[in-house]
């Protein structure tokens, strides 16, 4: 895919069960592929949130410019986002952190800036009219 122009790539269970094949990818398309962490129960899972792994999260995100986190038991939920998991994941590495899950209104993305989080993904607040285009850009996390 990488090599046929497309810009970037989400990874998650290859990262997490070949580590030898991840740290190649990682390596030759640096900057191009971005992890997707999930977690359940503060543990790191895999496989559509099936299976929970061991792995440590220095050796998932190294060479990693950024990194979706998403707490599963919030995503769908209009929850609100993790902030704790978030900012704990942020103060673990060095790549950039994507929010995923629990995202309720333009507060929690006003939130998320505050926190030192980079980037959010709005799923189902968006598709149920909780946040707009419009106002989800007024509230952008990248200045």
Avoid at 9 to 17: A, C, F, G, K, M
Avoid at 67 to 89: A, M, Q, S, W
Avoid at 111 to 131: Q, T
């Amino acid at each position: 895919m990488l090599s046929s122009g497309v810009k970037k790539v989400v990874l998650s269970t290859l990262l997490i069960r070949f580590p030898e094949l991840a740290d190649k990818i990682k390596k030759q398309y640096r900057g191009r592929i971005i992890g997707s962490l999930d977690f359940k129960n503060g543990k790191i899972g895999y496989a559509g949130w099936t299976r929970g792994s061991d792995i440590e999260l220095a050796s998932f995100t190294d060479g990693l410019e950024e990194i979706i986190v998403t707490d599963t038991e919030r995503d769908g939920t209009f929850g609100g986002p993790n902030i704790e998991l978030l900012t704990k994941v942020k103060r673990k590495c060095k790549a950039s952190i994507i929010a995923a899950g629990g995202i309720r209104d333009v507060f929690d993305i006003m939130e998320l800036k505050k926190s030192g989080i980079d980037g959010v993904i709005i799923g189902r607040a968006f598709f149920e009219k909780k946040i707009s285009l419009k106002n989800g850009f007024r509230f952008q996390l990248v200045d």
